[in-house]
């Protein structure tokens, strides 16, 4: 899914806001969802017909833009007008409300000496881009699919071996991921239940802060001890190509940076759009109905479910450099624009008939992966995740349903990335 949007735990803050920062200076009615929990959230709504960009005022008494047509997104996310670089701009999101009027700022840094690429502008950027563009080759993403559906499938045939109950948020969704990117990192057999411990709550917004800062903090230590392996052991993993093909060479640091933005974007993301997805099509019995009988409509399905759950909320935010004109709306240097996903990706200018989930939709290009030159570098992987995740389970379990009403499963609206805690399921 976007990196724009990782959010990664580490001894020391990324250049990205943290989700409860976030959350006490977004509107509240702007990220948390209504009764529906697969619409976007009521204050996105309510602001349907008032313009492709709108002023958006923040909790801590600044003002941002928020943009929720698709072209004016497609252009933020392509301009260079727009910079991603949060150590060199002032982003709104993150401002406590006696940072707003402040006189004066902190001295930016000449050069970009970490590896949090994400919150980087060229040339910067290009050059981490580049690296990891040239990793993710056909060849190892096509090794990683057979890895796919044996993990999905392994965990299946357990769930089954249990019962004929789960939930499958931590039987299914979060392992998944979890191992596809052990995986890519080249993470030893023998250190993947650690890595997985350590991951789980240090990736979990909703963990205890304290317990969140401690896994996090092992983490960086696990990462660091992992490229320090990749330097002395070099593998057929994207790591230790990192480690050993960058000329010059990636710093130890930029090196554990890189893993834990693929990490944070690869894992979080991934699992709750499985786990969504999966809920989105048992509370739509039509759609999974035309899945069943029509399994060659996987691919659809899934682009159809990127595009209307989009569980982006309102991470993916950037500064203007100089005054920009945007939908006809003067933006001035230095604002913060903040990119509403899930209404962008529900533009009636768009998508016909676009509250609608329809698993037999035409492709068409959406927000999901982002755009430009920080659109997610392993969109094809999650992709692949998905439609083999949600394929085995249709075909695996038969009669697969909710285990509880709909209304009793816990979403996850204090966070920006959106899903649900827990989904209990059933089958026969």
Known sequence: MSADTAQTATPEESPSSSPTAMRQIIPPDMLERGRCPFDPPPGLRERRGQGAVQPLPLRNGAQAWLVTGFEEARTVLSDPRFSADKMRHRDATSMQPHEVDATTTPEPPATREDGFFVFMDPPEHTRLRRLLTGQFTVRRMKALESRVTEIAVEHIEAMKAAGDEADLVPAFALPLPSLVICEL??????????????????????????????????????????????????????????????????????????????????????????????????????????????????????????????????????????????????????????????????DAQHWPDPDRLDVRRPRTPHLAFGHGVHQCLGQQLARVEMQIGLRELITRLPGLRLAVPAEKIPVRNEMLIFGVHSLPVTWS
């Open 185 to 346: 990192l080249g993470v030893d057999y023998a250190d993947r239940a650690e890595f997985q411990e350590h991951t789980s709550v240090a990736l979990d917004s909703s963990a205890d802060p304290e317990r969140r800062a401690l896994s996090g903090a092992e983490l960086y230590g696990f990462m660091q001890r992992l490229v320090a392996h990749k330097r002395d052991n070099p593998a057929d993993d994207l790591l230790s190509g990192l480690v050993h093909d960058a000329d010059p060479p990636l710093t130890d640091a930029q090196l554990v940076d890189v893993a834990l933005v693929l990490l944070g974007a690869g894992h979080e993301t991934t699992a709750n759009q499985l786990s969504l997805s999966t809920f989105a099509l048992l509370e739509n019995p039509d759609q999974l109905a035309a899945l069943r009988a029509d399994p060659s409509l996987i691919d659809n399905a899934v682009e159809e479910l990127l595009r209307h759950l989009s569980i982006i909320q309102l991470g993916v935010n950037r500064v203007t450099t100089e005054p920009v004109t945007l939908g006809g709306v003067d933006i001035p240097a230095g604002a913060t624009v903040v990119i509403a996903t899930p209404e962008v990706n529900r």
